[in-house]
């Protein structure tokens, strides 16, 4: 699998951050499935945007990817997505792409101008069959070097060196690759001549993914090239298409930070890969809310479950509580196999939250607690939005041995009659979100 990664020139947005959630839903699915996922991701650390920017602030040019990869990647660990076996970089692959192109001029399918070397997609019959485009009018591109090709929509695949700009000395001549030869090269290189899975923006479908498929089939001679092409919906904010000219771009970590990591990965998973996600106040604010409420049954859940004994008998209504549960697994997989149908999938796992906390956690019957705790499990292993309470951490167990603690010391004082004090614990228990249930002299606790 091979994902169209950033040009690192600025901060990652809260577009990038959807579009690599995305990936990282299908790339769990997969594994859920038995799969072996071998996904890579680039950085196209070399740009005219690069190029602008570190004269802006009068700095060598490499510091600006440095930099904004550097932030990129913290924010896709902070939400929790898996990394990319390789996140190859245009620098580290000038050989390989000056290969590719001299193979293009070889096999007669590419041509040199005056500014660069050029795709001359007249010679490619299959051009368009990705985007639907058929007339050449709509093929039209890079119109800065329109003179220098001889049809409107050729693309440059090498351009020849500029002054004061970086540039590589190599066979082809001195310069630096153009934009759509760079994901052909290095998905090649590490995946193959076909491979299984492509994934980027919508934005990306014409001209750069048409471009890569054109360029691939000619110099490979295999067709398709790519078995399924994964195209990730817009991101607008507030009804309106994120833009820098109208100065609506939310970056990544300011988001991140804004929603919480866990809350906006819920959040950005929730409406399905393909559509339009409009980023809203009111919306954040409901996915916030429901993913306390999911997190909240998920510790209750566990908690009870580690102080119940084994069940050997269920009644009749037991069991359709538990064919209820059971049901909701199949229905939640079904959506999420169903071309990863987050928007259903979410509304099943929060009808099931509301099934639980109603029909399933006052049981505290052993099958049925149990059933709902893989339940969540299933679902983690997709969403990975609650690996800090179901997978655990060290700091989890020793807020489990605490509070039993506390509830020990609360139990002497109740046996010694000190009620004030044994309900003081209790209330400032509950001020931070831990309430206690008596039973006798028993107690057990759950997170509100």
């Known amino acids: 699998m091979y994902h169209c990664g950033i040009t690192p020139y600025s901060e990652s947005h809260i577009g990038h951050l959807r579009s ?133 929509y050729d693309f440059a695949l090498w351009k020849f060196r500029k002054p004061e700009e970086p540039y590589w000395k190599t066979e082809i001549g001195e310069g630096r690759p153009g934009w759509h030869i760079e994901c052909s090269t290095m998905s090649s290189k590490y995946l193959g001549e076909q491979f299984d899975i492509h994934s980027g923006g919508q934005d990306l479908i014409f001209p750069h993914h048409e ?41 990544a970590k300011e988001f991140i930070k804004k929603v919480g990591p866990m809350e906006a990965r819920f959040y950005l998973i929730s409406t399905h890969y393909r559509d339009p996600l409009d980023i809203k106040e009111e919306s954040i604010e409901q996915y916030k809310e429901n993913y306390r409420y999911i997190s909240s049954t998920i510790k209750t859940i566990k908690t009870i479950l580690e102080s119940l004994d084994r ?60 059933s709902a705790y893989e339940f969540y499990n299933t679902v983690n292993k997709i969403y990975a939005c609650w690996d800090n309470i179901l997978i655990g951490k060290k700091e989890e167990k020793l807020i489990d041995e605490l509070i039993k603690l506390l509830i020990d010391i609360r139990k002497e004082l109740r046996v010694e009659k000190k009620y004030d004090l044994a309900d003081k614990i209790r209330e400032k228990l509950r001020r931070i979100g831990i309430d206690l249930l008596d039973r006798g002299l028993e107690t057990e606790w759950r997170f509100i």
């Open 20 to 152: 690599e959630v995305a990936v990282d839903i299908l790339r769990r699915t997969l594994r859920f499935l038995g799969y072996i996922d071998i996904a890579i991701s680039n950085f196209t650390d070399i740009d005219d945007k690069i190029i602008k920017r570190a004269r802006e602030e009068n700095i060598n040019w490499e510091e600006i990817p440095k930099r904004y990869i550097k932030y990129h990647l913290e924010a896709i660990k902070e939400i929790n997505n898996l990394p990319f076996y390789i996140n190859p970089k245009v620098t580290e692959h000038m050989n390989d792409i000056v290969n590719f192109v001299k193979d293009l001029i070889n096999k007669e399918f590419a041509y040199n101008g005056k500014y660069g070397i050029y795709f001359e997609v007249d010679k490619f019959e299959d051009y368009g069959k990705l985007s639907g485009r058929k007339g050449t009018e709509s093929w039209r591109q890079e119109d800065d070097v329109i003179e220098d090709k001889k049809k409107p």
């Open 211 to 251: 471009n890569e498929i054109a360029q691939s089939e000619a110099r490979f001679g295999k067709k398709p090239w790519v078995k399924y092409w994964f195209h990730i919906g817009y991101v607008m904010i507030e009804g309106e298409k994120m833009s820098k000219s109208l100065g609506n771009i939310i970056p």
């Open 311 to 370: 069940t050997y008998y269920l009644n009749d209504k037991e069991t359709e509580i538990w064919r209820n549960i059971l049901n909701y697994h199949k229905e939640f997989i079904n959506a999420i196999l169903n071309d990863l149908d987050t928007t259903k999938a979410t509304s099943i796992l929060l009808d099931y939250t509301k099934f639980t906390n109603k029909e399933v956690i006052p049981t505290e019957n052993f099958t049925l607690i149990y």
